[in-house]
């Protein structure tokens, strides 16, 4: 059986080797940014100014600089090394006020120096998904989340009707199936490491009775995932009518974890 935190490490080790390209692979991609608007309006509207939020899985700190530049003061964690060395390098060239970054995986939230309590915590695009217990994070972010707080996740779902077709299409049945299982090994660099991949119901259980369920939004149901960039490019005008289309359906049930990933908002009891 595995270490407490050895995935997530093995996960910062793969993510090591792509930190520098991240950015331009996905973040700074059509498909990045307008998967990634979803979840910030869905976030501003939760995350006030003044308030102190704990990120989990920051990635390179696009998302931290986002909450910093709307007066929110960010506490950030990572598993990698590399991508916290990204993340610090955007924090000095955007002048954006102060955000803590730290290099530390979300199994060891509890050992943030720090005794505050947050206003809230965010986790976006599939980090949480390299944790097989998410009941573990809900028990050590409810010691650090003030009553009332709300929390953002963002997780792939275990069935993306794009990648089904997709991969399908292609005659990759493993790939296009690769998620229902509910878990998978991934393989990025030399690193190889495994994927969970839980339903809305099954994060809503590990996380009571700390946290209750509020709600949930598809992101990418009808807009493609991040490696169909070079489709999106190609068909500019069948993407604008995919994203119209996803805005209408995104929040419905059933529909709304059919895509590459949902958006979930849970509230500390």
Known sequence: MSTLGECSFAAGRAFDSIAEAYDQLFTNSKVGRTQRDVVWQRAANLFPAGGHILELNCGTGEDAVFFAERGIEVTACDASVLMIHQARTRQRRDGSRPIQFHVLPSERINELSSPEMFDGAF????????????????????????????VLLCLSTRFCVWEMLHYTFRGDLHRAFRR??????????????????????????????????????????????????????????LFGFCSAIDRLIRGLPGIRVLGDHMLLHLERV
């Open 123 to 150: 986790s976006n695009f599939s980090g949480l998904n390299c944790i097989a217990d998410l009941a573990l994070i809900a028990r050590k972010l409810a010691r650090r989340m003030k009553s009332g707080a709300p």
């Open 180 to 237: 229902c299982a509910g878990n998978s090994q991934v393989s990025i660099g030399s690193e190889s490491f495994p994927v969970y991949y839980p339903t809305l119901r099954s994060v809503a259980r590990s996380f009571h009775p700390f946290f209750r369920f509020r709600s949930a939004t598809g992101v990418g149901v009808v807009v493609p995932p991040s490696y169909m960039e070079a489709w999106v490019a190609n068909n500019p005008h």
